[in-house]
């Protein structure tokens, strides 16, 4: 007998975690495939490097290829995809965001045509056709918000001919939604959906993405338009302005070290809330995995269903391909 009379537990949660089935149906949190939306880089040179040495498993696709894959993609039963353009030329004025024959905007016609039913998000920045890396236009060495605020405006109106069903703003300069929103209306593209890049954070997670997307700045950094990442009130400021502004979705990147961010913009905003698992997220687990310190699927598992237990309703992510193969694809419907 015990020394001790220790009283039985009166509440044995234990009991409502005996077997999957169990935990299944009272599990709180899921991250379906169907919230998941993949990232595509497309290049206009077919003879540029494919590969991406600091992200395993990611490649620059051509055109053609964006459409197979997206195919691809929506049989597995990923809903949509995020087009993010790699041009042949670039330029002070980032013409080729906003050129109505450019990488994007095949791509979204390559993309419909190969996946009708596919949603197709066009990232709207000008950083990877400008020859200087930036964000927006550069006067005297600095970047000029309002110069800038027309070529993503244009930016926009062209993807959106192309047939996107979202353009994502991720450029950060103010007031960029109010002015893609208006130019959207007057173009007669009064349905096409804005999400906003409302809460981007200056961000060393971004490494990777800058090397896909040879979209590292020539000068200087991005921090006097991108979010000081240690602000959280200010994260709040930027997506009530976005809101204001006409956004039907707004989004927090990076995710996983911004989790207290989506927290508190879940609780604050009633709006579609999104998150951005970006490329370093992506490396960093890539390269764990690859020495066998850490089981990939788990990993990606429980930092997705993190995400959404934060607030997010969809979230970009590279591994949603690998997501929707774990899980068996849904070729069939």
Excluded at 37 to 42: A, G, K
Excluded at 86 to 108: F, N, T, W
Excluded at 160 to 167: E, L, N, Q, S
Excluded at 182 to 192: P, R, V
Aim: one cysteine or more; charged letters at 25%.
């Amino acid at each position: 007998m015990s020394e001790f009379k220790i009283p039985a537990p009166k509440q044995r949660l234990r009991r409502l975690r005996q077997s999957e089935a169990i935990r299944s149906l009272v599990r709180e949190t899921s991250a379906e495939v169907s919230h998941l939306v993949q990232p595509l880089f497309v290049r206009e040179d077919g003879t540029a490097p494919a590969d991406i040495p600091s992200m395993p498993g990611i490649r620059r696709l051509t055109v053609d290829e964006a459409g197979q894959e997206a195919k691809e993609l929506s049989g597995l039963g990923v809903p949509a995809v995020i087009l993010f353009g790699l041009p042949s030329e670039k330029d002070p004025l980032a013409r080729g965001a906003y050129d109505e024959g450019g990488v994007v905007q095949e791509a979204i016609r390559s993309v419909r045509h190969a996946a009708p039913d596919l949603t197709i998000l066009a990232d709207v920045c000008l950083c990877e056709y400008t020859d200087h890396g930036h964000c927006g236009v550069v006067r005297d060495g600095k970047i000029d918000n309002d110069a800038s605020l027309e070529l993503l405006a244009r930016t926009a109106v062209s993807q959106a001919a192309a047939g996107a069903d979202m353009v994502a703003p991720s450029a950060m300069m103010d007031g960029q939604v109010a002015a893609i929103r208006a130019a959207l209306d007057q173009a007669g593209f009064e349905d096409t959906i804005i999400l906003a890049y409302a809460a981007k954070h200056a961000s060393a997670f971004y490494g990777p993405f800058r090397e896909a997307a040879d979209s590292s700045p020539v000068f200087g950094d991005r921090r006097s338009y991108q979010k000081d990442p240690a602000n959280l009130r200010e994260s709040l400021r930027e997506i009530a302005l976005d809101l204001e502004e006409g956004a039907d979705i707004v989004m927090v990147k990076p995710a996983l070290a911004y989790l207290d961010v989506l927290r508190a913009a879940r609780e604050r905003f009633d709006a579609p809330l999104a998150a951005y698992a970006v490329s370093g997220e992506y490396s960093l687990i890539k390269a764990a995995a690859e020495r066998g310190w850490v089981d990939e699927r788990a990993i990606v598992e429980e930092t997705l269903t993190a995400i959404r237990r934060a607030g997010a309703d969809l979230i970009l992510t590279y591994h949603a391909k690998d997501v929707a193969r774990w899980r068996g694809g849904n070729a069939h419907g």
